[in-house]
């Protein structure tokens, strides 16, 4: 079993649509939780960063933790043809050195 | 342009051959690392370092990849003898490692890397 599961798509939905990425994990010791938006050919940007259970909102971007249930999630709101890019999760156990990675979901944002 | 810089963008080599990339990480940055990204897949840890030291490789790492840091500044990968399995997106990270502060992660562009 991979450490990080995240559905790889290809989603693809119109305009202004809510978009609502996922990934599940194994390892209960993570702690901090990211989101990378990685558009073609270019390296992975980091969108969101928490470390607690709940929810850490910025601008039209919605982060959400359930340890218990070891799964996060990324909500778009008002999605945006620029929205479309692979939106990789990545965790770590702590503030060591080992980062991983989900396979990464496809967005793609139809005008 | 102060985010890590990786050179070059793209690279095409003739198996056999040994190709060297470049990695120059956010100056303040005490952490680096490189990372190898195949297409419909996240990026897979290779190594990295701390300052100049190197702490730790990917056990999947072959021992025809090297990588250094000489002055705790920029880096670079060198892969001798490629395969066409190695052609792949290159990936080099810098972050600010210090106890009780969140590392984050920050990525250059990568070298794409196609071995024909």
Redesign the interface.
């Known amino acids: 079993q991979k450490e ?1 599961e ?1 559905d ?1 798509g290809p989603l693809s939905v119109p305009e202004g649509a809510i978009v609502s990425l996922n990934c599940t994990y194994s390892n209960s010791a993570f702690q ?1 939780f ?1 989101w ?1 938006r990685q558009y073609s ?6 969108l969101m ?1 928490t ?1 607690s259970s709940g929810n850490k909102e910025d601008g039209r971007f919605t982060a959400q933790v359930d340890k218990s249930s070891k799964y996060i999630s990324l909500f778009i709101r008002d999605s945006q043809p620029s929205d479309s890019a692979t939106y ?1 999760c ?1 965790m ?1 156990l702590n ?5 991983y ?4 979901t496809s967005l793609t944002v139809i005008p | 342009d102060t985010g890590v810089s990786q050179n070059p963008r793209h690279k095409i080599t003739k198996r056999g051959q040994n190709v060297t990339f470049r990695c120059d990480p956010i100056s303040e940055h005490n952490r680096l690392y490189w990372y190898r990204q195949t297409l419909g897949q996240g990026p897979e840890f290779l190594t990295y370092f701390q300052n100049e030291a190197q702490l730790e490789k990917s056990r999947l790492l072959s021992d025809r990849f090297s990588a250094e840091r000489p002055k705790g500044s920029f880096s670079t990968l060198e892969i001798q003898r490629t395969e066409q399995g190695d052609s792949a997106m290159y990936l080099c990270a810098s972050s600010l490692a210090l106890q009780g502060v969140n590392e984050k992660l920050f990525f250059g562009s990568g070298t794409q890397l196609s071995v024909l």
Do not use: S
């Open positions: 990080v995240q790889p901090y990211m990378y050919r270019k390296g992975p940007e980091l960063y470390y990789l990545a770590t503030t060591g050195n080992q980062f990675f989900g396979t990464g």
